[in-house]
T-cell receptor, first 112, second 118 residues
Framework: SAVISQKPSRDICQRGTSLTIQCQVD?????MFWYRQQPGQSLTLIAT?????????ESGFVIDKFPISRPNLTFSTLTVSNMSPEDSSIYLC?????????FGSGTRLTVV | AQTVTQSQPEMSVQEAETVTLSCTYD???????LFWYKQPPSRQMILVIR??????QNATENRFSVNFQKAAKSFSLKISDSQLGDAAMYFC???????????????FGQGTTLQVKP
């Protein structure tokens, strides 16, 4: 199955700054998904990214705060903009390929 | 909208014993897929087992099996001969079938943390 390399694995950022998280897949995937997960809790979908079109955001998430790029079938980025301590969380990407779903190993973000 | 509920925040099992994790879901769709994922402390999501709603036969993968009750909208996971490496958080997930306006997104339950005692 596909393998996703997600970077960075962790970061500590100052409030008011932005962080871009990258996910590189070793094979083509149709859809990519971005999730947020508080430690020990469930995954909440932020948005769905399709190549060549604007991402579809779930209720409570907006493009200005979480802009997403999907330039091709193997790469996507999520930016967390103008960060506040409430954005401290784990962010995971996932890709849907022909053999199912694969997940990145997550980015643990701490905003101070 | 579809929802997935895992009512057991934590479970524990003795090594080599059997444990069952519960999952219920709510949907008006007839075509869908159900999954169990395992998330160890490494955060890597690992597919444990998958069930297509149109299949009456319960899925099995080695020591892992499901009890899929479509009418009751229940999808429990049974782990037999539990091993220390089974300790992790387990998530039940739902995906709409391709006949819907489905983007392929997964809807996750709250998760169950499984402790395996030696």
């Amino acid at each position: 199955s596909a393998v996703i390399s997600q970077k960075p694995s962790r970061d500590i950022c100052q409030r008011g700054t932005s962080l871009t998280i990258q996910c590189q897949v070793d094979s083509q995937v149709t859809m990519m998904f971005w999730y947020r997960q508080q430690p020990g809790q469930s995954l909440t979908l932020i948005a769905t990214a399709n190549q060549g079109s604007e991402a579809t955001y779930e209720s409570g998430f907006v493009i200005d705060k979480f802009p997403i790029s999907r330039p091709n079938l193997t790469f996507s980025t999520l930016t967390v903009s103008n960060m506040s301590p409430e954005d401290s969380s784990i962010y995971l990407c996932s890709g849907q390929g022909s053999d199912g779903y694969t997940f990145g190993s997550g980015t643990r973000l701490t905003v101070v | 909208a579809q929802t997935v509920t895992q009512s057991q925040p934590e479970m524990s099992v003795q090594e080599a014993e059997t444990v069952t994790l519960s999952c219920t879901y709510d949907t008006s769709e007839s075509d869908y897929y159900l999954f169990w994922y395992k998330q160890p402390p490494s955060r890597q999501m690992i597919l444990v087992i998958r069930q297509e709603a149109y299949k009456q036969q319960n899925a099995t993968e080695n020591r892992f099996s499901v009890n899929f009750q479509k009418a009751a909208k229940s999808f429990s996971l049974k782990i037999s001969d539990s091993q220390l490496g089974d300790a992790a958080m387990y998530f039940c997930a739902y995906r709409s079938g391709w006949g819907s306006s489905n983007t392929g997104k997964l809807i996750f339950g709250q998760g169950t943390t499984l402790q395996v005692k030696p």
